[in-house]
């Protein structure tokens, strides 16, 4: 396909299609640019809620003097502990079906990546990176225990304030609730869905198999994980981390596809700083298997279907200050996109992943 063509693709995790514009890259641009992103040059920031020994607002005591990982209850939850159900459905059929409520409870955590207040995820070394994954384990680990009604644990970060990140100190949030919500909820229907239709195969197995063969859209791969530009991107450059074998969750790692994971989430976000030379912002997913309370009877089709992948979604365009907006068609029609996936792939392939730019202006 011509590299300027409109077409649409399809998006088989979500059952969804996007438009493919790549001509309207060229457009000339007067819209909205956004604020450079400043660097944090100081180590400890005495005002950062999170920085080791400062003390959070709403928090009882001050944070611990941590020098790797440290996880803490959110002091601001967006869920909260199961309590009296409020919810009451209508008598009506159709009100009932227009006004439907459900009761929503979970626990919320956050994981400081490391004590420093100017480092990013991009500039850990590959064993500290390492380290976020047995602390983001541990963290589900605990709150399965403490929780055993909770179904589904979603790790994420938002990095940088165009992505509504509150604070500049590297970390992740944990949400964890009672239902599967729905972004994972709809990827299992796509994955048993593709299951029942091809004989048992896996989507996720099959899809990395054929982007091995293909190769326009690998950005990074070693032993065990493969980071693609997917067919069906929206984001300018979203990317996908997924693991080649068919593993159903952070706690299914073994020692080696751990530093696996770790060295590919290290390569992503270099190449992604690298690109415009800037701390690069992102919302970044872990999806993975449920908990075992989301299993029906004893069943445990969902542990079996789930694939363990990691979401990029970075909304940077042309520049370090152009971002994509989701907006007008893609609000009310479809998602869009003005480059294709192969593109996106082929500018941060050529990148390099090991050295972070700023270690060439020092």
Known sequence: MDDDSVHRRYNPLTNSWVLCSPHRAKRPWLGQNEKPVEAHTLEFDAACSLCPRNTRPGAAAANPDYKATFSFNNDFPALTPAGPSSTASPSDLVEAALFSSAPAAGVCKVTCFTPAHNVTLAE??????????????RVENDIQMENPEIQYAQFFENKGSVMGCSQPHAHSQCWATTYIPNEPSNEFASLLAFSQKHDGKCLLCCYAELEMKKGDRIVYQNDHFLVVVPYWATWPFETLILSKAHLAS?????????????????????????????????????????????????????????????????????S???????????????????????????????????????????
């Open 320 to 362: 370090a200050t152009v971002k994509k907006f989701l907006v007008g068609y893609e609000m009310l029609g479809e998602a869009q996109r003005d480059l294709t996936a192969e593109m996106a792939a082929s500018r941060l392939r050529v990148l390099s992943g090991d050295e972070h730019y700023k270690s060439k202006q020092n």
């Open 250 to 318: 952070l706690k299914s790692l073994t020692p080696s596809q751990k530093y696996s994971l770790a060295q590919a989430m290290k390569s992503l976000t270099v190449r992604y700083d690298n690109l415009f030379e800037t701390s690069f912002p992102y919302s970044m997913g872990v999806h993975g298997a449920p908990l075992s309370k989301a299993s029906n009877n004893g069943d445990d089709v969902l542990q079996r279907a789930a694939h363990l992948h990691l979401h990029y979604y970075p909304p940077l365009l042309r």
């Open 124 to 137: 850990l070394p590959v064993p500290a990176i390492e380290a976020v994954l047995n602390e983001w384990i």
